[in-house]
């Protein structure tokens, strides 16, 4: 609620809780005491009989709108949104933005191929699309980078093939077994690149999905050398072209989109390009920070307020870095202040951070070592040496932590009936609903739950002829597995409370494989 005095606003706006300033009380109770005077000449300014009753008036007024400020704000801060709920944090943190993933995608294909600008790659044929930055050249040979393919054999390979890469002048061999695949010659050269060259590294690219041919590319280490190449093996069975990498524009895709290393695939056709693959996974961006998710650190913040509590440190690690704090998207805070080592492996007497996978860990580094108590240690496999602001200036050792990646996969079997759409394709988007789903859960104790999938899958009630669904949940810590089941279990039956896939606030629950069939009755 607002009221208005001679064009001055106060109270609860659109745009937040408007005080006037002191000067605009003046000016307001100046032109009223000349108004209800009748003299609009009435001396009022400051040292004038009038003008010093209405610099006390202003001033007292001044004094109870910022108190008024305080006190609403207090009172009604749970119901505080938007712009509102920004003005009366401002001076102890600022608001989370969006912001936009990121990720290096390879280029390979023939010398002097061009890809243009804002061509856009994706994890699927529906998958969100990273667009890249500028133009990426695909250079004259020879390269830093290429990227060779090798055919899936219908019948596979026979054994002692010899599959040859010769980079720089050194020989990296495969020699095939009885029946191997495109994919194990692929994996071979890989591992002999490796272990034959200091100055080249070798990663498998996944699969063009436009030929079916693993991809393996071959880079230069040194930042920026050249070297020769070339390929042999069985006619038309291993091919060699030029690549190269490009960075994909920051804006093109806003939050967090995850594509895991060798997924960004799937790119729009161009003239003398092979493939595209990410070595690499990309960097996931962060979501606008929720009115509710900011009350909630405000109010973790102000109960650490000068002090190195866990609340404490957990707020200024997710506070912004503009206001000294580390910037993370995500922290957990663990505590140890016994003699001993705890069960969690802290070291007596430390404080462990542990931030977004992508998160700044330098800036996190350096906010921890201004929160924790001085001798405090820190645990983490990540170290910083972090500027410690004495004099002379001087460096101090600060270890962090990291979220790790807990892949999830689903395994849905779904009975429907003659009701089941025929058009498009149902099973499909379900798949990505349920990954979408699973990369979306924050790092909890709660963990993966088969009893949340409806609510976030069906808000509306289970489709139309669907007449049974089950799930079973497997979990790795490698991606691609291979994973552990449970047991299927029905959706929405009370036993699917049962279902659920542990985490720890040091795990980030990511899946990129489903397996979703359909059985018709």
């Given at each position: 609620?607002?009221?208005?005095?001679?064009?001055?606003?106060?109270?609860?706006?659109?745009?937040?809780?408007?005080?006037?300033?002191?000067?605009?009380?003046?000016?307001?109770?100046?032109?009223?005491?000349?108004?209800?005077?009748?003299?609009?000449?009435?001396?009022?300014?400051?040292?004038?009989?009038?003008?010093?009753?209405?610099?006390?008036?202003?001033?007292?007024?001044?004094?109870?709108?910022?108190?008024?400020?305080?006190?609403?704000?207090?009172?009604?801060?749970?119901?505080?949104?938007?712009?509102?709920?920004?003005?009366?944090?401002?001076?102890?943190?600022?608001?989370?933005?969006?912001?936009?993933?990121?990720?290096?995608?390879?280029?390979?294909?023939?010398?002097?191929?061009?890809?243009?600008?804002?061509?856009?790659?994706?994890?699927?044929?529906?998958?969100?699309?990273?667009?890249?930055?500028?133009?990426?050249?695909?250079?004259?040979?020879?390269?830093?980078?290429?990227?060779?393919?090798?055919?899936?054999?219908?019948?596979?390979?026979?054994?002692?093939?010899?599959?040859?890469?010769?980079?720089?002048?050194?020989?990296?061999?495969?020699?095939?077994?009885?029946?191997?695949?495109?994919?194990?010659?692929?994996?071979?050269?890989?591992?002999?690149?490796?272990?034959?060259?200091?100055?080249?590294?070798?990663?498998?690219?996944?699969?063009?999905?436009?030929?079916?041919?693993?991809?393996?590319?071959?880079?230069?280490?040194?930042?920026?050398?050249?070297?020769?190449?070339?390929?042999?093996?069985?006619?038309?069975?291993?091919?060699?072209?030029?690549?190269?990498?490009?960075?994909?524009?920051?804006?093109?895709?806003?939050?967090?989109?995850?594509?895991?290393?060798?997924?960004?695939?799937?790119?729009?056709?161009?003239?003398?390009?092979?493939?595209?693959?990410?070595?690499?996974?990309?960097?996931?961006?962060?979501?606008?920070?929720?009115?509710?998710?900011?009350?909630?650190?405000?109010?973790?913040?102000?109960?650490?307020?000068?002090?190195?509590?866990?609340?404490?440190?957990?707020?200024?690690?997710?506070?912004?870095?503009?206001?000294?704090?580390?910037?993370?998207?995500?922290?957990?805070?663990?505590?140890?202040?016994?003699?001993?080592?705890?069960?969690?492996?802290?070291?007596p007497h430390s404080v462990r951070i542990v931030i977004g996978e992508a998160d700044d860990g330098a800036a996190a580094a350096l906010a921890l070592w201004h929160a924790k108590c001085g001798g405090d240690n820190t645990n983490g496999p990540t170290l910083y040496n972090v500027p410690d602001g004495g004099t002379p200036p001087a460096t101090q050792p600060i270890l962090i932590d990291r979220l790790t990646d807990l892949w999830i996969a689903a395994d849905i079997q779904v009975t429907v009936g003659p009701d089941w759409?025929?058009?498009?394709?149902?099973?499909?988007?379900?798949?990505?609903?349920?990954?979408?789903?699973?990369?979306?859960?924050?790092?909890?104790?709660?963990?993966?739950?088969?009893?949340?999938?409806?609510?976030?899958?069906?808000?509306?009630?289970?489709?139309?002829?669907?007449?049974?669904?089950?799930?079973?949940?497997?979990?790795?810590?490698?991606?691609?597995?291979?994973?552990?089941?449970?047991?299927?279990?029905?959706?929405?039956?009370?036993?699917?409370?049962?279902?659920?896939?542990?985490?720890?606030?040091?795990?980030?629950?990511?899946?990129?494989?489903?397996?979703?069939?359909?059985?018709?009755?």
């Amino acid at each position: 609620m607002s009221v208005t005095f001679r064009g001055l606003t106060f109270g609860s706006t659109a745009t937040g809780f408007v005080v006037p300033t002191l000067a605009q009380w003046r000016g307001a109770l100046a032109d009223y005491a000349r108004e209800l005077s009748g003299y609009f000449n009435l001396q009022t300014q400051p040292g004038s009989l009038y003008g010093i009753f209405i610099d006390l008036i202003s001033a007292g007024v001044d004094i109870a709108g910022g108190n008024a400020f305080d006190v609403v704000g207090r009172t009604i801060f749970t119901a505080m949104q938007g712009v509102a709920l920004d003005q009366f944090i401002a001076d102890y943190m600022r608001r989370v933005v969006e912001t936009p993933s990121t990720a290096t995608v390879y280029v390979y294909g023939a010398p002097g191929s061009v890809v243009p600008a804002a061509t856009a790659v994706r994890t699927s044929q529906v998958g969100v699309p990273f667009a890249f930055l500028g133009a990426v050249n695909l250079p004259a040979a020879p390269s830093v980078a290429y990227g060779i393919e090798v055919l899936n054999f219908a019948a596979g390979a026979q054994s002692g093939q010899l599959f040859k890469v010769v980079v720089d002048g050194t020989d990296a061999d495969y020699v095939a077994n009885n029946l191997d695949t495109g994919a194990t010659v692929t994996a071979g050269l890989v591992a002999s690149v490796n272990a034959l060259l200091q100055t080249q590294t070798a990663f498998a690219g996944g699969v063009n999905p436009n030929n079916s041919r693993p991809t393996l590319i071959v880079t230069d280490l040194t930042g920026g050398g050249v070297f020769p190449l070339s390929v042999s093996g069985p006619v038309g069975t291993i091919t060699a072209y030029v690549a190269s990498s490009g960075a994909t524009d920051p804006g093109a895709v806003l939050g967090p989109t995850y594509a895991p290393p060798q997924s960004l695939r799937y790119g729009e056709p161009v003239a003398g390009v092979q493939g595209y693959t990410n070595i690499v996974a990309a960097i996931p961006g962060r979501v606008r920070e929720t009115d509710s998710q900011l009350r909630a650190r405000y109010q973790v913040a102000q109960r650490g307020r000068g002090g190195a509590s866990p609340d404490a440190i957990t707020a200024i690690i997710l506070s912004p870095v503009e206001v000294g704090g580390g910037g993370a998207t995500f922290c957990s805070t663990e505590y140890n202040p016994t003699d001993d080592v705890d069960a969690a492996n802290n070291l007596p007497h430390s404080v462990r951070i542990v931030i977004g996978e992508a998160d700044d860990g330098a800036a996190a580094a350096l906010a921890l070592w201004h929160a924790k108590c001085g001798g405090d240690n820190t645990n983490g496999p990540t170290l910083y040496n972090v500027p410690d602001g004495g004099t002379p200036p001087a460096t101090q050792p600060i270890l962090i932590d990291r979220l790790t990646d807990l892949w999830i996969a689903a395994d849905i079997q779904v009975t429907v009936g003659p009701d089941w759409p025929n058009v498009g394709n149902p099973l499909t988007q379900l798949r990505q609903d349920v990954v979408d789903y699973i990369n979306a859960l924050q790092p909890s104790t709660i963990g993966v739950r088969v009893v949340d999938l409806p609510i976030s899958l069906f808000p509306n009630g289970v489709p139309r002829g669907v007449v049974t669904f089950l799930v079973r949940l497997g979990q790795s810590f490698v991606q691609g597995g291979p994973y552990i089941y449970q047991d299927y279990y029905p959706v929405p039956e009370p036993d699917a409370f049962l279902a659920s896939i542990s985490m720890s606030n040091r795990q980030k629950a990511k899946s990129q494989i489903l397996d979703v069939t359909a059985v018709i009755v």
